[in-house]
């Protein structure tokens, strides 16, 4: 299994960005798909993610800014970043909860990130 990410590059404040993370592999059901970044110096932190079912939940910070989406279809999760601010400048993983046909459990897999800088 696999998750790729794109969409991630500089842009200035108040524009937009639309990060993309598609899941390959021998997959079975994907869980909950998510979002999260991690800022040089600090720890990883969650920015949304969303259930099988659609549910949603975000951080604070990002709340009314960003948009988490998923297509199950294509097993692609999306993140709509809308009036980007400098301190979301950050590495953005993608990470899904995968059920594989050989390991039934779910595992939790991680892309390998995209860079988003927000300059001022």
């Known amino acids: 299994v696999h998750l790729v990410e794109s969409g991630g590059g500089l842009v200035q404040a108040g524009e937009s960005l639309r990060l993309s993370c598609a899941a390959s592999?021998?997959?079975?059901?994907?869980?909950?798909m998510g979002w999260y970044h991690q800022a040089p110096g600090k720890q990883r932190e969650l920015v949304a993610d969303?259930?099988?079912?659609?549910?949603?939940n975000y951080a604070d910070s990002v709340q009314g800014r960003f948009t988490i989406s998923r297509d199950s279809a294509k097993n692609t999760v999306y993140l709509q970043m809308n009036s980007l601010k400098p301190e979301d400048t950050a590495v953005y993983y993608c990470a899904a909860e995968i059920r594989s046909p050989a390991i039934q459990l779910y595992t939790n897999y991680w892309g390998q990130g995209t860079q988003v800088t927000v300059s001022s």
């Open positions: 969303i259930t099988s079912g659609g549910r949603t």
């Open positions: 592999g021998r997959i079975s059901v994907i869980n909950s």
